[in-house]
Every structure is written in structure tokens, then in C-alpha cells.
């Protein structure tokens, strides 16, 4: 088993480590998709399944798009 870490920033963003993106084939602008079960959180490259269905919920999400939302979770 490999593993590599990441460290998040204030902005909760990581870098992907060399070895992960080589291994996923990942290049800048790809999108990765997080299956998460109980404690385990597993990181793929998005296939274009993951994307159609991503895209299909965009417009049932419309209630999260006040400017009171925005201000709340802007941080995030």
C-alpha cells in the first residue's frame, strides 16, 4: 500500500500529491469525484457518468442561491 498526505490550507483546499495524480492519470482541470462511507473517504478521477449527474442537480439546488447563503457559507 502507497500513501501520501496533503496539508489543507485556510481555504480547505489540498494539493493532489505527484504520486496520486500519476497513479489517477489526473491533469490540471479534471474532476475528481469523492465516494464517502462512513469513516473512509475514497478520491477518483470523475467519469463522465459523475459529471452528467452532477450537472442534472445543478437546477434542483436553487433555494441554496440568496445572497444570505452566499454570505453564510462564503467562507467555506
Do not use: C, H
Not at 489540498?14 to 479534471?30: F, I, S, W
Not at 473517504?41 to 439546488?61: G, H, I
Request: no cysteine; glycine share 2%; proline share 3%.
Amino acid at each position: 500500500m502507497l500513501t501520501a498526505t496533503s496539508k489543507l490550507t485556510k481555504k480547505y483546499q489540498a494539493t493532489v500529491p505527484a504520486v496520486v495524480r500519476k497513479k489517477l492519470k489526473l491533469n490540471a482541470g479534471d474532476v475528481i469525484t469523492f465516494e464517502i462511507e462512513k469513516e473512509t473517504v475514497k478520491l477518483r478521477k470523475a467519469r463522465p457518468l459523475d459529471l452528467e449527474f452532477s450537472s442534472a442537480l445543478v437546477s434542483t439546488l436553487s433555494e441554496w442561491e440568496s445572497q444570505n447563503d452566499e454570505e453564510a457559507y462564503n467562507d467555506l
